[in-house]
């Protein structure tokens, strides 16, 4: 009888485990069919943005991306490795019909032979390969890698850059990061380039000193990714065919009075729905007398205030003053027959920082803006301002006229005369604007049937920056090279200019969700390289000694209380 009883005993106990054994294997089996991910993170990393999603699902044909970034050189390339598998994986998630995944390299199941033909038909399509390093010991050994891949749709090629490489003296470690916050934009930013028919016109206007191509270079051609670009002038004869056709105008740093036909013929652009970007500088500066020692800041009559100001802003003529500043390089003296610079605190070369959340200004770096002017907001009923760039907390106005010479680096002002704090430099103008020429026409024009004149915009935005150097990339004459936009040869440092103005005309042309994309952040956490040399001994030991003793501990434990619970039962058997 006691046999059966423990019979049934051990039975139960059995189908008991074997119950919770039969649902692990059930749940695994479902799992794998079932592919869902919960993302944890703060800034939800790991998480698609609704554009993306959109871009997947409404592929119809198929996309194939063949990435050639190999993740094995280093932990850093493994990483980013990591971040490009995980995002197309979640894109294949959503569209697995149409969406095609392909990972290798140029030299995998190829011959030397093989491999230089593949990696010299990847440079011609655009890819750039990337020189790693990999010390061991004492040994650095160099690998070639092509960080990047190439998207096929409907007999197109475009190359996905992955890894992005910033100006020199970054860490890598930085670019790798910044490289996973532009993944995904970068990603849907190239398809969307595969996908497009048709092109929005962005217009540069001519024909009153403006930045030329040169000059502006950079801005077009990041702008040329997207947009058809072109340029032109208000010529008389030709007014008001000048902007047909235009979505976005662009007035980049004019420096001549434009006339009441000019000014019409702009103003009737904004009140069709066209958008405006002014890039305005109110101050001349005249940066040849500043390498003699000094120069003047005068004011710039362009005869657009008035224009300016009935849609909402004025443009100051003072001249800002920041402590959060660049630098410029000054010849201090010699030392041995040559020339000795040094970096002083240039406060007219401004660095602006954004505090504004809004999806222009959202998470970028500073703004590099050279011999600034303020802006203020005015009344004009219906529209919506919104501050994109503003002064730091330590900052002053100079008016106009100002004497602005090399010698004030050795007297820098003092903080309580830094009195203008937070001057707003760029503003968004969005709602329905009034025609400056409102009431202003004849009755026997406006009632001409030829003649189409609007009062009151269509509901429309623009955006107005006091500094017209934001858009200008300078030259390398002794190398014929073309600088980044935003780059400081003084510091070797690239500012945030360029996506500031992308991220403006974008936000202008209804492209929020390119500009939603690029805003994300993806904070790095890495670890303190000094404080690990510091502790390294110590946590090295702790890592060995505690899971050590923290098994001869729970032995022992053990062994004592097996050893007395087998004392305790054999006296009581006595």
């Known amino acids: ?115 230089a033909a593949v990696e010299k038909q990847l440079y011609e399509k655009g890819l750039i390969p990337e020189d790693v390093y990999v010390k061991s010991g004492d040994k650095s050994t160099a690998y070639k890698i092509f960080p990047g891949a190439i998207i096929s749709y409907k007999g197109r090629e475009k190359v996905w850059p992955i890894f992005n490489r910033q100006s020199a003296g970054v860490p890598a470690e930085i670019c790798i990061n910044n490289s996973i916050e532009d993944i995904e934009y970068t990603l849907t930013n190239t398809i969307r380039k595969l996908q497009e028919t048709k092109r929005k016109e962005i217009t540069f206007l001519d024909g009153h000193g403006e930045l030329d191509t040169l000059q502006s270079y950079r801005f077009r051609s990041a702008l040329a990714e997207y947009y058809n670009v072109n340029h032109t002038a208000i010529t008389p004869g030709r007014e008001l065919r000048a902007l047909r056709g235009t979505d976005l105008l662009v007035i980049a740093q004019p420096d001549s009075v434009f006339t009441d036909r000019e000014k019409y013929v702009i103003d009737q652009f904004i009140m069709q729905g066209g958008k405006t970007l002014w890039l305005i500088d109110p101050l001349s500066t005249n940066l040849d ?48 027959g040559q020339p000795r610079f040094e970096l002083f605190p240039w406060l007219y070369s401004v660095l602006a920082l954004p505090q504004s959340q809004h999806p222009i200004v959202r998470n970028l770096d500073l703004i590099k803006l050279d011999y600034c002017s303020t802006i203020d907001t005015v009344s004009a009923p219906g529209i919506q301002k919104t501050i994109l760039l503003q002064s730091s907390r330590y900052a002053r106005v100079m008016p106009a006229p100002v004497r602005i010479s090399l010698a004030s680096v050795k007297f820098p002002p003092r903080e309580a005369q830094l009195i203008n704090y937070n001057q707003p430099i760029a503003c968004l103008l969005e709602g329905t604007f009034n025609s400056f020429t409102e009431n202003r026409l004849p009755q026997a024009l406006l009632q001409n049937p030829d003649f189409h004149h609007a009062d009151v915009s269509l509901p429309n935005k623009m955006i107005v920056v006091a500094d017209g150097d934001i858009a200008r990339n300078e030259i390398n004459f002794s190398s014929r090279e073309i600088l980044p936009l935003g780059f400081d040869r003084n510091t070797n440092q690239t500012f945030a200019n360029a996506t500031f103005l992308l991220n403006c005309v974008n936000y202008l042309l209804h492209d929020e969700a390119l500009l939603n994309l690029r805003s994300r952040e993806v904070k790095l956490r890495l670890l303190d390289k000094k404080l690990i040399i510091l502790k390294r001994l110590k946590w090295q030991t702790l890592n060995v000694l505690v899971p050590l003793l923290s098994i001869l501990i729970l032995g022992g434990t053990l062994y004592i209380l097996r050893k007395r619970k087998f004392e305790n039962g054999a006296d009581s058997a006595n």
Request: with cysteine; hydrophobic share 35%.
């Open 289 to 336: 007398s500043l390498r003699k020692g000094f120069t003047l800041g005068l004011p710039r009559p362009l005869n657009i205030e008035d224009m300016l100001f009935k849609y909402g802003v004025r443009l100051n003529t003072g001249l800002l003053q920041d402590r959060q500043c660049g630098y410029l390089r000054i010849n201090v003296g010699y030392d041995k």
């Open 1 to 115: 009888m006691n046999r059966f009883i423990q019979f049934l005993k051990t039975f139960w106990l059995g189908l008991h485990w074997s119950k919770w054994v039969i649902l692990c294997v059930i749940t695994n089996v479902l799992i794998q069919h079932v592919v869902f991910r919960i993302d944890l993170t703060s800034e939800k990393r790991f998480t698609l943005a609704a554009e993306t999603r959109r871009l997947c699902n409404d592929l119809h044909d198929d996309v194939l991306i063949k990435v050639y970034l190999d993740g094995s050189i280093n932990p850093g390339f493994n990483r980013l490795h990591k971040a490009c598998e995980d995002l197309l994986n979640e894109c294949k998630q959503l569209n697995s019909k149409h969406f095609k995944i392909e990972f290798t390299t140029p030299s995998k199941d190829r011959t030397k032979e093989e491999t």
